[in-house]
């Protein structure tokens, strides 16, 4: 028996206040052949009890488990989808109603590209907007660390994926299952930039195409996982670490695939040093570059330095803490 055409999965973790409302605006959408695959990632509020009001609906499947974080139910979620085209919605984010139906034709009418995203709508936790965040063009986390031009002034989503993490959310995913099944494409076990690196690999493999309208609404509010670092100064020097680490990772795969298109490999690697963050931890870019070199799969040993209590880690995570921005 053949699958759906969509899947939407969405992880779910204590968002009683948004889940209903981010299920209602899959199930509302305008296409009939859809699956939902929800995973409450061992809530402790009330999303339990939220979730069972759909429980009737023939198109929505939802499981429990014992927490286990972002990265593992994704991957969980990812084992289960049928769909030709799968979609991700976090459990306090809202689908635009065309927002399926918009990212599937664009992966469409681009037969290379692995992955689609839309421009997002920033809102608050009451819904109020905040702003229209359009790729990479406007709403930068950050400063580059030199003067232009930049990565993101090519205009090109793979390119610009070197700056900054643009996509901005899992939420802001759809990519075609092949992603999944030919290229075994995983979410790795990454506290801050599981999204990121996984954004970064199919680029590798086929491109991200953008589609220039607002067809997301996400929202900030003080539980978003990447605010952790407002409160605690290791987790954010964690999560800059992540951000070198993930940078180092795939800079390489992403050049050499934009280099094959035509871009000029000097230039790139100019801008790529006016560019990419550096937190303060030059010399941790450069190590980290070194260990990864150029060859085509990643070394045991560059995968290893995030190991917990990894005296490379726990060093770095020190100069970073005692560095600023």
Same mark, same amino acid.
């Given at each position: 028996?053949?699958?759906?055409?969509?899947?939407?999965?969405?992880?779910?973790?204590?968002?009683?206040?948004?889940?209903?409302?981010?299920?209602?605006?899959?199930?509302?959408?305008?296409?009939?052949?859809?699956?939902?695959?929800?995973?409450?990632?061992?809530?402790?509020?009330?999303?339990?009890?939220?979730?069972?009001?759909?429980? *009737? %609906?023939? #198109?929505?499947?939802?499981?429990?488990?014992?927490?286990?974080? $972002?990265? +593992?139910?994704?991957?969980?979620? =990812?084992?289960?989808?049928?769909?030709?085209?799968?979609?991700?919605?976090?459990?306090?984010?809202?689908?635009?109603?065309?927002?399926?139906?918009?990212?599937?034709?664009?992966?469409?009418?681009?037969?290379?590209?692995?992955?689609?995203?839309?421009?997002?709508?920033?809102?608050?936790?009451?819904?109020?907007?905040?702003?229209?965040?359009?790729?990479?063009?406007?709403?930068?986390?950050?400063?580059?660390?030199?003067?232009?031009?930049?990565?993101?002034?090519?205009?090109?989503?793979?390119?610009?994926?070197?700056?900054?993490?643009?996509?901005?959310?899992?939420?802001?995913?759809?990519?075609?299952?092949?992603?999944?099944?030919?290229?075994?494409?995983?979410? *790795? %076990?990454? #506290?801050?930039?599981?999204?990121?690196?996984?954004?970064?690999? $199919?680029? +590798?493999?086929?491109?991200?195409? =953008?589609?220039?309208?607002?067809?997301?609404?996400?929202?900030?509010?003080?539980?978003?996982?990447?605010?952790?670092?407002?409160?605690?100064?290791?987790?954010?020097?964690?999560?800059?670490?992540?951000?070198?680490?993930?940078?180092?990772?795939?800079?390489?795969?992403?050049?050499?695939?934009?280099?094959?298109?035509?871009?000029?490999?000097?230039?790139?690697?100019?801008?790529?040093?006016?560019?990419?963050?550096?937190?303060?931890?030059?010399?941790?870019?450069?190590?980290?570059?070194?260990?990864?070199?150029?060859?085509?799969?990643?070394?045991?040993?560059?995968?290893?330095?995030?190991?917990?209590?990894?005296?490379?880690?726990?060093?770095?995570?020190?100069?970073?803490?005692? #560095?600023?921005?």
């Amino acid at each position: 028996m053949s699958g759906p055409q969509y899947s939407v999965l969405m992880p779910a973790y204590n968002h009683e206040a948004f889940v209903a409302e981010a299920i209602e605006s899959v199930l509302s959408a305008p296409v009939d052949d859809l699956e939902l695959l929800v995973i409450d990632d061992g809530s402790n509020d009330g999303t339990a009890d939220e979730l069972q009001r759909f429980a *009737a %609906d023939p #198109r929505c499947r939802v499981s429990r488990q014992s927490n286990t974080g $972002a990265h +593992a139910t994704l991957n969980r979620l =990812l084992d289960q989808a049928r769909g030709r085209f799968i979609f991700i919605l976090d459990s306090d984010d809202v689908f635009e109603p065309d927002r399926i139906v918009r990212l599937a034709e664009a992966l469409e009418a681009h037969e290379h590209a692995m992955l689609a995203a839309s421009w997002i709508t920033i809102v608050n936790d009451s819904g109020a907007e905040l702003g229209v965040k359009k790729a990479w063009s406007n709403m930068p986390p950050w400063a580059p660390p030199g003067p232009t031009p930049h990565l993101s002034d090519l205009a090109d989503p793979a390119l610009a994926l070197l700056e900054a993490n643009w996509v901005a959310t899992t939420s802001n995913f759809a990519f075609r299952r092949g992603l999944v099944t030919d290229h075994g494409l995983r979410f *790795a %076990d990454l #506290r801050y930039t599981h999204d990121w690196d996984f954004l970064l690999t $199919a680029a +590798a493999i086929g491109g991200i195409v =953008l589609v220039e309208e607002p067809l997301l609404r996400y929202r900030v509010h003080c539980q978003n996982t990447i605010r952790e670092g407002n409160k605690d100064p290791a987790a954010d020097a964690l999560m800059r670490l992540e951000i070198l680490w993930t940078l180092g990772r795939h800079t390489g795969a992403i050049v050499e695939r934009a280099v094959r298109q035509g871009f000029d490999r000097l230039d790139l690697e100019q801008r790529i040093a006016r560019s990419q963050p550096r937190f303060g931890g030059e010399s941790l870019s450069i190590q980290l570059r070194a260990l990864r070199g150029s060859s085509p799969g990643v070394p045991p040993a560059y995968n290893e330095v995030l190991t917990p209590r990894h005296p490379w880690r726990d060093a770095a995570i020190d100069v970073l803490m005692s #560095r600023e921005g």
